[in-house]
């Protein structure tokens, strides 16, 4: 393979000669142990640049979330002709359409939906497409309705089962986009030549015939990106020459991919310690300064920032602020023991101080109780004024995924590269809990849902009798999730494939199918309840039971309380355990995530009043928090809590949110800095999964409820994600304040 | 054995050095006019709690104390007024290498034992936060219905001992912030070693509620918090370098 300059000074390896982008990182790492001093200011191109960028943001904002559509081009990789912001001072490049902030239209996933939102921002898709992915085309969303029983299509209407991706892009797969920049396409489009010529030259079943079929269109779809390449005028099928192109190639390659497919959570990997060896090379030979160094990076950040779908209206109310979850994942250790903390870990975390706080991308610091001391304290300076990072422990997760692992969306771990998982939804776990209670009825509309059993008839809950039954009726969820999600993926891999992004992975691809729960804390408070304290059923007139009584006290989970706390991570346990007996699609790994995004605020909408005391309509805790107001006893009890619950049945993720407000940290900013650190190492020696910081205080909150022109840039972390605040709806915005403050009076 | 505990903390970064599990106790005998805690003082109620449960509690906090270098601090309410629970709980945690801190007014009981009970206590308190509430004893007298002298020959108690101390000073505007009052504390600093550092803390507003809510009238209802200048003036900050 003729590479010319491209490798050379690069320490060889097997990455060589096979691909194995793990390998290059570890021959070729400089952990960076020192401090941020070395960081350069912003440049004048920059800066205008993103000042441009900002009138347009605004001008988004305010004409109702959507800048303009281009409706009549369907989207998909070099679909549109070259569009820049202002070239003169653009020093990456690529935009999805020919203009910033201009939405394309996808309807790969679901024409109707398409249809729905572009309505809804006053434009019309011409009926050229319409008819075309109407009656010659079918879409994911028809193949799935096409499918689903009468059972699936009633769970998902009553909001047992939500946020099932049935109607555009599934998401969550990460490409490995770090391929494009050190092979060039030519190089791995051989790759996958000689893996249809030899590995898949098998006997041809089902499977070899769905995947020579599927290596045959990724093929297609890296000669595709050559053409975006061309477009922009570069040619991808040679590796990048030095760092410039390398964070090019990386970008094109996403930018390709985010073409081709409008799901959310395509995450762009791990891509900053990569970086660096290319950045580092090109520092050493005088080729590049670190003002030029920083520069790409917010650069490439800034185009991040910009990536768009065409959404519906209601997608927003379900997921806030028109989310995209591009997660890049930061630091960690490698397997030998070094970390993984390089300068551009740093000049990363410094786009904030640039660019201003955002929620794209999503970055996320894989932490490790062994990172560098320095690092610790500078990620605790960026999150105190910034709010935007969040953390996730590399050292429960570098056992099952290694050193090359990155987060799609808030908290999924997957190898990349080598991982890819078929996302899917939530079980709302209380409103299971009603419909057991309930014979399978719906406690809001009297539905029957579930099959028919007999309705609890005693006036006042008994915690056994209630357990049997909802352990029962979660045997049939659990069956009919695995086999709805079955379904989804069966069709969007056969109407919607991510044909880039799979071609950024091994053919061999090791599947996981992501199950999730909704309300955790409320079906572990309710069981507690019922435990320590009378629980009395209120029925209404038809026999329905629509509320509850509660006399006494009873331990709450969140409180390091091991009487509430065991039984929710059993609750976990037991509900992965019957998601496995269902096999997944592909023979797909199963997994299981306690996240809620800002969802939990529209499951809460769906569902009735429960037995811990929660009234009918009232959000849910998001991810695994404890309910609001229930946590007595200060943060760490709540971080206690959190680590009893299995991250081995929940490899998927544990997604906690806090809310500080900047005192609560300590009284003056040294040891703030000290302690939070500290508050992570401490959570993630415990065994804790992940963390959301908010540094806030709750009249900041309030200010911005009111002027929300005043908090343009204001971030919250809401369980697993950053959003701004101004982009939740007031219903949101007023749950976010209601959420336990941890002050330090 | 048993004490009566007000509520537990698990992040406490305000008392004492590092992150704090603070456990406050139920009970005070003085009643200091700008107390925000005023549903501490009743010395029945709060929560019986078993020593052995408390210090199984705490231990589960152990890599928060290692990772910040801090521990365990018992507040209140008065601790004192539990010494026997405090002693039993402190001396647990020692054995455990947990660092102990105790928030005090220094109102130690009257005991005919010698000072055996004392020298029990201290003997398991790595650090006092002890709070001086007015230098001068007519005005202590006024502003907590207590004699200041009790304060002081603790404070005495706690140099002979060399015990690591914290002096802890509530500025309220116009009762205690006057240049006087403020260089009496500064000179109990230097007339005894074993005090390593002041805090001042700022009076604030926000346990104003607790006392309406317990239909007791409060008597600064025109005193404003403590001036955040005037604060930064005074801020000396040796006391948390040090433990």
Redesign the interface.
């Known amino acids: 393979m003729e590479t010319g300059m491209a490798w050379e000074s690069f320490a060889g390896g097997r990455w060589q000669s096979e691909t194995d982008v793990r390998d290059f990182i570890v021959k070729n790492l400089t952990p960076h142990d020192g401090d941020e001093t070395f960081l350069a200011p912003v440049t004048d191109r920059t800066a205008q640049l993103w000042a441009q960028c900002a009138v347009l943001l605004d001008r988004e904002l305010a004409g109702g979330g959507v800048l303009d559509i281009d409706t009549e081009t369907i989207s998909g990789i070099n679909s549109h002709p070259a569009g820049y912001i202002d070239k003169s001072l653009e020093t990456v490049v690529g935009l999805q359409t020919d203009a910033p902030l201009k939405r394309a239209v996808n309807p790969f996933g679901g024409i109707r939906l398409a249809v729905q939102a572009a309505h809804a921002y006053g434009k019309e898709i011409p009926a050229e497409i319409t008819d075309l992915f109407t009656r010659l085309r079918r879409t994911h969303n028809d193949g799935v309705f096409s499918a689903y029983t009468q059972d699936m299509k009633r769970a998902r209407k009553s909001g047992v089962i939500t946020g099932l991706p049935d109607a555009y892009g599934r998401g969550r797969i990460i490409g490995d986009y770090r391929r494009v920049a050190l092979y060039g396409t030519e190089k791995l489009i051989a790759a996958k030549q000689t893996d249809l010529d030899v590995m898949l030259d098998r006997d041809m079943d089902d499977e070899t015939i769905r995947l020579r079929e599927e290596v045959s269109d990724q093929i297609q779809a890296l000669h595709d990106l050559e053409e975006l390449g061309k477009t922009y005028g570069f040619n991808l099928k040679k590796p990048a020459a030095d760092a410039a192109e390398a964070v090019q190639w990386i970008y094109l390659s996403f930018l390709g991919s985010v073409q081709e497919t409008n799901g959310a959570a395509n995450s762009i990997g791990r891509i900053s310690t990569f970086l660096d060896i290319y950045l580092e090379r090109d520092l050493k030979s005088g080729r590049l300064s670190e003002t030029e160094a920083q520069e790409l990076i917010d650069q490439l950040i800034i185009k991040l920032r910009l990536i768009r779908h065409l959404r519906t209206p209601d997608y927003n109310d379900l997921f806030a602020g028109d989310p995209l979850w591009i997660t890049e994942s930061l630091g960690g250790m490698a397997q030998d023991g070094r970390h993984m903390v390089t300068r551009t870990t740093y000049r990363f975390l410094h786009t904030l101080d640039h660019l201003g706080p955002s929620a794209e991308p999503n970055l996320t610091v894989l932490w490790s109780t062994r990172l560098p001391e320095a690092f610790k304290r500078y990620c605790a300076k960026v999150s105190m004024a910034t709010s935007t990072i969040q953390y996730e422990n590399d050292d429960v997760m570098r056992p099952d995924y290694g050193d090359d692992y990155g987060i799609s969306c808030c908290v999924s771990a997957m190898r990349i590269g080598k991982d890819m998982q078929f996302f899917g939804a939530r079980c709302n776990l209380p409103k299971l809990l009603l419909l057991a209670l309930n014979g399978g009825r719906d406690e809001l509309t009297g539905e029957q849902i579930a099959p028919e059993s007999e309705p609890y008839a005693d006036e006042y809950l008994d915690a056994e009798k209630v357990l049997k039954r909802f352990l029962a009726l979660q045997k049939w969820m659990a069956r009919l999730y695995v086999n709805t999600m079955n379904t989804i993926h069966h069709m969007h891999d056969k109407y919607a494939c991510e044909r880039l992004m799979m071609a950024l992975h091994d053919t061999d691809v090791h599947r996981f199918m992501a199950f999730g729960i909704a309300g955790l804390s409320v079906v572990a408070d309710s069981f507690s309840a019922m435990r320590h304290t009378y629980v009395r059923c209120v029925r209404d007139g038809g026999g329905l039971i629509t509320d509850f009584e509660i006399l006494g006290e009873f331990p709450k989970f969140g409180n390091d309380d091991d009487r509430v706390d065991l039984p929710a991570a059993e609750l976990v346990r037991g509900f992965i355990s019957e998601l496995r007996k269902s096999p997944a699609y592909r023979s797909a790994e199963h997994t299981l995530s306690i996240l809620t995004i800002t969802s939990n605020v529209v499951y809460g909408k769906k569902t009735g009043a429960t037995p811990d005391g929660r009234k009918k309509g009232e959000p849910f805790a998001p991810g695994a928090n404890p309910m609001h107001g229930r946590d007595m006893m200060g943060a760490l009890a709540t971080l206690n809590s959190l680590a009893k619950l299995p991250f081995a049945s929940c490899r998927d993720g544990i997604s906690l949110t806090l809310s500080l407000m900047p005192n609560a940290l300590g009284t003056e900013e040294r040891f703030r800095l000290r302690n939070f650190g500290a508050l992570l190492d401490g959570y993630f020696l415990q065994g804790g999964h992940h963390v959301n910081i908010n540094v806030l205080d709750r009249a900041t909150l309030q200010d911005a409820m009111a002027h929300p022109e005043k908090h343009p840039q204001l971030t919250i972390r809401v369980s697993g994600y950053a959003v701004l605040f101004n982009r939740l709806t007031s219903a949101q915005q007023q749950e976010v304040i209601s959420r336990t403050f941890h002050a330090a009076m | 054995m048993t004490g009566r505990i007000h509520?537990?903390?698990?992040?406490?970064?305000?008392d004492g050095p590092?992150?704090r599990?603070v456990v406050f106790l139920q009970g005070c005998r003085w009643r200091c006019r700008y107390c925000?805690n005023p549903d501490t003082w009743a010395l029945q109620g709060g929560k019986e709690m078993e020593v052995d449960a408390l210090f199984g509690?705490l231990l589960?906090?152990r890599?928060?104390f290692?990772?910040?270098?801090?521990g365990v601090t018992v507040s209140g309410g008065e601790p004192l007024l539990q010494a026997a629970f405090v002693t039993e709980l402190f001396g647990r945690l020692k054995h455990a290498g947990i660092h102990t801190a105790l928030d005090t007014n220094g109102d130690w009981p009257e005991e005919s034992d010698g000072g055996r009970k004392l020298e029990a206590l201290l003997s398991v308190t790595d650090l006092v936060l002890l709070d001086i509430k007015h230098p001068d004893s007519e005005a202590h007298l006024a502003l907590t219905g207590a004699e200041a002298a009790s304060t002081l020959h603790f404070l005495d108690c706690l140099r002979q001992r060399s015990l690591p101390t914290w002096l802890r000073y509530v500025v309220v505007p116009g009762l205690t912030d006057s240049p006087p009052a403020i260089a009496s504390i500064r000179r109990l600093k230097d007339t005894h070693p074993n005090v390593t550092g002041i805090q001042w803390l700022p009076y604030h507003r926000?346990?104003i509620f607790k006392w309406h809510e317990a239909g007791i009238p409060y008597t600064l209802e025109e005193v404003p918090a403590a001036d955040a200048a005037f604060m930064d003036r005074l801020r000396d900050?040796s006391a948390?370098d040090s433990r």
């Open positions: 509520s537990l903390e698990s992040f406490g970064t305000a590092g992150i599990f925000h509690t589960r906090y890599s928060w290692d990772a910040s270098g801090g926000m346990g900050n948390e």
